[in-house]
Nanobody, 115 residues
Framework: QVQLVESGGGLVQAGGSLRLSCAASGSISSINVMGWYRQAPGKQRELVAQ???????KYADSVKGRFTISRDNAKNTVFLQMNSLKPEDTAVYYC?????????WGQGTQVTVSS
């Protein structure tokens, strides 16, 4: 069983910064991809950024240059540093861990950016 616990969401003004963290526990394959997705009200869940266990990264075009994803493999933790936040970044942010066989989701953390 794999569990993901997210933290770091909150309310911030436009132009501000937040850092999200997600710690994974349980039986975790060393080969995996950890990522962040978000879902705004009335919209589909979308990929924000992901990082593989060997360091490869992928970002949504809308966050390139503003968000940075990183991970600590020893602690099975992934981080999302979000800078220059915009009101359109407001959403519930979900952490996800993908292995060769399964995908696991966190419970989500709310990020609200006020204008």
């Amino acid at each position: 069983q794999v569990q993901l616990v997210e933290s770091g969401g909150g309310l911030v003004q436009a132009g501000g910064s937040l850092r999200l963290s997600c710690a994974a526990s349980g039986s975790i394959s060393s080969i995996n991809v950890m990522g962040w997705y978000r879902q705004a009200p009335g919209k589909q869940r979308e990929l924000v950024a992901q990082v593989s266990s060997v360091g490869g990264t992928k970002y949504a075009d809308s966050v390139k240059g503003r968000f940075t994803i990183s991970r600590d493999n020893a602690k099975n933790t992934v981080f999302l540093q979000m800078n220059s936040l915009k009101p359109e970044d407001t959403a519930v942010y979900y952490c996800k861990l993908d292995t060769t066989w399964s995908g696991y989701w966190g419970q989500g953390t709310q990020v609200t950016v006020s204008s």
